[in-house]
Nanobody, 129 residues
Framework: QLQLVESGGGLVQPGGSLRLSCAPS????????IYWFRQAPGKEREGVSC????????KYAKSVKGRFTISRDNPGNTAFLQMDSLKPEDTAVYYC??????????????????????WGQGAQVTVSS
């Protein structure tokens, strides 16, 4: 059931950087919108970022805007979340997801129309001194 494979999590000090990768197993990410979510201990899952296909549109949660960068390498069939200037409050399990919605234009997780077709297994990101 895990059709997206995540990698790149780990432990970093505040102010450090990590890059998460999300790669499909058995299919191509072409035409999928990619989403990143995170869930911290004791909190509900929250949307972090999304990127359209082929990649012209991106969106970030206010909490990470200016620090995180979502991208995708379509020929390489991989999506990324570059996380810079990490803070302890960024500590969470990060999940990537792929959706056929929207088919074009800006993406958002704040819609009941989103059906997440595929999920990653989660990557632990811990920011601590």
């Amino acid at each position: 059931q895990l059709q997206l494979v995540e990698s790149g999590g780990g432990l970093v000090q505040p102010g450090g950087s990590l890059r998460l990768s999300c790669a499909p197993s058995g299919f191509t990410l072409d035409y999928y919108t990619i989403y990143w979510f995170r869930q911290a201990p004791g909190k509900e899952r929250e949307g972090v970022s999304c990127i359209s296909y082929p990649g012209a549109h991106t969106k970030y949660a206010k909490s990470v805007k200016g620090r995180f960068t979502i991208s995708r390498d379509n020929p390489g069939n991989t999506a990324f979340l570059q996380m810079d200037s990490l803070k302890p409050e960024d500590t969470a399990v990060y999940y990537c997801a792929a959706s056929r919605w929207p088919s074009s234009g800006p993406c958002t997780w704040e819609s009941g129309n989103v059906r997440y077709d595929h999920w990653g297994q989660g990557a632990q990101v811990t920011v601590s001194s």
